[in-house]
């Protein structure tokens, strides 16, 4: 059974840290492209960076410079580090694994920036 199991989350306030880890089982990890998203109230999920099996990284604009995305396969976890967080990065954060046509995802952990 495929699990994703996010956690990290928590409330946060403007310019503050926080990073989201992203713990998988059931997938052969090194393979997978891994991703975080995230989801606002009202808006669209939107990508905010992914990983390759390679390494290779991909940031949403809004991000960029702000957060890092990186893997351990010897745990399969994906983490994203969060800085100088603003309140417009308050949203739900989800982690998905994708192979191919197969995509799994966790069930998202809360992040709230606010003063």
């Known amino acids: 059974q495929v699990q994703l199991v996010e956690s990290g989350g928590g409330l946060v306030q403007p310019g503050e840290s926080l990073r989201l880890s992203c713990a998988t089982s059931g997938i052969i990890f090194r393979i997978y492209t891994m991703g975080w998203y995230r989801q606002a109230p009202g808006k669209q999920r939107e990508l905010v960076a992914s990983?390759?099996?390679?390494?290779?990284?991909n940031y949403a604009d809004s991000v960029k410079g702000r957060f890092t995305i990186s893997r351990d396969n010897a745990k399969n976890t994906v983490y994203l580090q969060m800085n100088s967080l603003k309140p417009e990065d308050t949203a739900v954060y989800s982690c998905?694994?994708?192979?191919?046509?197969?995509?799994?995802w966790g069930q998202g952990t809360q992040v709230t920036v606010s003063s």
């Open positions: 990983i390759s099996m390679g390494g290779s990284t």
């Open positions: 998905n694994a994708k192979l191919g046509a197969g995509i799994h």
